[in-house]
Structures are given as C-alpha cells and as structure tokens.
C-alpha cells in the first residue's frame, strides 16, 4: 500500500528560485503500519508527521523547499517494511526515514535497509532494549535515534506503579516479539525488586482466532491482576476472554493499550481497574497548541499513543535540515542534536514557533526544540529518558494520574542493576 500526500506550493509563504525547484520538495520517507495490529498507530502516527511538516511550511519551509512525506503501509510486518524501506532508500532515495512504529518492525528495517545505506531513521514508537543495545555495539553508526523511551525504563515506570497500587500477584500475558518479550523481562526485574510476585508468564502469538488457552493458563496461577503487554485488536479479545472466565477485572496495561480502540472494543465498564504508564511530560504551550490542533487536522484524540512523538520526529528532521542547509543524511545526522543544544533559545510546535525557530537559524544562532515531549536531549545511543505518565481508564477516557519522576527512575535502575 503506497499513500503520497503533498502540500500545495501555492500554500508555501515563500518562492521558490530555480536551484531549489529543481531538488523541491523535500521528500521524507515514512514506514509505518496502516493497517494490520498496529494499524491505528501508524495511522495516528502518519498524520502527526503529515502535520508536523504542514506547520514547517507554513512557517516557510525549510532550505527554500515545502517539505513532503511519502507514507507506505509496513502492514506490521518486518518483511514487508523492509521491502517498503527499500523503495523509499533506493528507488525515492529519501535522506531519512521516519518509522516504524514496532519494534518488530523497525528492527529489520534498521539492519537491512538503513544503516547499510547510511540513511537516517528515527522511531517514534519503538521501545526494545535491543536498539539500545546495537547502538552500544556501534551496528547503528549514529543514524538511529528514537523519540520514545527504551522499554527497559518503561518497565521499571510500571513497576513502580504496580506497587503504589499495592498489587502483590500479577500473572502477565505478552505478545511473542521482541517488544513484548523485553517489556516482561524488565518488569518483571522492577516489580520483583519492590516485593511483588510474577505469577505466571505467558506469551501469545498475533492473530489467532482464540486465546483461551493463554488466558486459561495465567488464570490457573490465580493472580490478583493481570499485566497485558499487546496491541488493541489482539488485547481487547485477550481482555474480553479474561473476563468471561471469571479473570479478576483488575489490568495493568503497556502504552499501547492506551487507546481509543481497545477500550471500545473491550466495553468500558470491564476497565475501571485498568491502568497503565506511558512516556509524557507536563502540559506545556507545545503539548496545548498539539491538543488543540491535532483533532481538527487528523479526526484522532491528541491523547493517540504515538502521535506526540511522531510529531516531535518530524519537526526534529525538519529542523535538522533547516541547521545543516541540506538534506542529506549525514547532515540530518548531524543537525539533530544541533537544534536540540541545552544553550539554545527554546522554541516549541507550531507555525508561530517553528518561524521563529527558523528565523534564529537562519541567523546561525542556537535552538532548543522544546516540543511536545519537552526539551529532551538524545544520549550517545539516539536513547531519551524519562518522566512517565500514569494513567487510568475512568468512564472509558484515559485520565492522567501523574508522574513516575525521573529521579524515581534512576533511583530505581540503581536498585535493579539496570
């Protein structure tokens, strides 16, 4: 499945000259899932990225370009995002791209397509330690950088959280890929270091027609709730067969059950003990500009895992290259961490603001892009850390509970050896 979406020059504040028409515009590869269990993410995720790169040229664009997206379904499959990747790098010869938003997906994608052509790729979804780890290994050569948190830190947020909600027993049930196998590892790593028991541990493949058997499983452990790490279509059934067998009505849920989606199909009134952590900042002017806008541009909650950080990834291309004054890879690389320097002038999302990000840029002067998941600076391996949100489902809607802080976190990480 192939989506092209292009902004009108005639909606560009700016003209063109004739050397820059000939490289215009700016295309960006994007690979993310459109469809398949992951679907509504990447679909949430692609029009954050569609308007990030609107509220960049309506600002006036970046090196005299609008710049544009070619967006292709990954289907939530490795292979098939490799195959997408491919397209994009050798035949579209994108400088970045923007996905995936699995890890099962973006993986692949890193090792096969990206790194080997010494192209750009930022995740704004995928949490795997395994990144991190081939980042430490040098295999990811500086081009990987994500705007999410590792699940390894992730894991020690909910942890935490599951013993401030007293639980003592959890049985937790985790979809068989890389993602769900690194979250049970290190939440189980958290939660037992604070006093709690892993009951059991069951791992379930995607799109089966049943799950009873899971279920049936990490029920005879006789916890007192249930972690499910997972994806909504996948979860809401797991949840949904849960219940009908007399499963405690009890959830701690990872950052992807945060959705609209699963809770819809699961009925509210089964989640009013449901809660879960995800990473998140502080209401800022970025995050109210996203809230406000996001809704009318896309028809999806500002609240939709993923589309904050999808955002925040494209506004940081977008402004690399505005630093770097092209758009290759290298110089996206590079330009990155330039518009993030702890002594630059703050600027936020939005027209307004990415116009006057742009104007000190234009005059060489530092920036800091303080986006929707605040002034986050990436370490040496492309990682960010905390804070993370707490959450739980009241009246089917998502209510934000506060903070699991970053000192908690690292007080937490000492604990566990992390």
Known sequence: MKQRFKFAASAIAFACGATAQAACPTTIGVVVPMTGPAGQYGQTAAKAIQ?????????????????????????????????????????RHVPAIIGSIISSVTLPVLTSVTVPAGVVQISPASTTPTLTTMAREGKTRGLFFRTITSDALQSLATGQFAADLKLKKVAVIYVNNDYGVNLNKEFARAFTALGGTIVSATPYNERQASYQPEVTKALASKPEALYLIGY??????????????????????????????????????????????????????????FAAAYPAFSNFSANAPGADRAYDAAALIGLAIAWAGKADSASIRDGIRRVLDPQGTMIGAGPDEFKRGLALIEERKPIRYNGLIGPVQFDKHGDITGPFIKWQIVDGKVKNLGEVPVGQIDSLKARTGE
């Open 51 to 91: 308007m990030a790169f609107r509220d960049l040229n309506q600002a006036g664009g970046v090196i005299g370009c609008p710049l544009d997206t070619e967006i292709r379904d990954d289907q939530s499959q490795g292979s098939v995002g490799v195959d997408a990747a491919r397209q994009l790098v050798d035949i």
């Open 232 to 289: 909504p279509t996948d979860g809401a059934t797991i949840v949904r067969t849960w219940i009908s067998l007399g499963g405690a009505q009890k959830f701690l849920l990872n950052d992807g059950l945060n959705s609209d989606e699963f809770i819809k199909a699961v009925g509210p009134r089964y989640l009013a003990q449901a809660y879960g952590t995800s990473s998140g900042t502080p209401p800022s002017a970025s995050t109210r500009y």
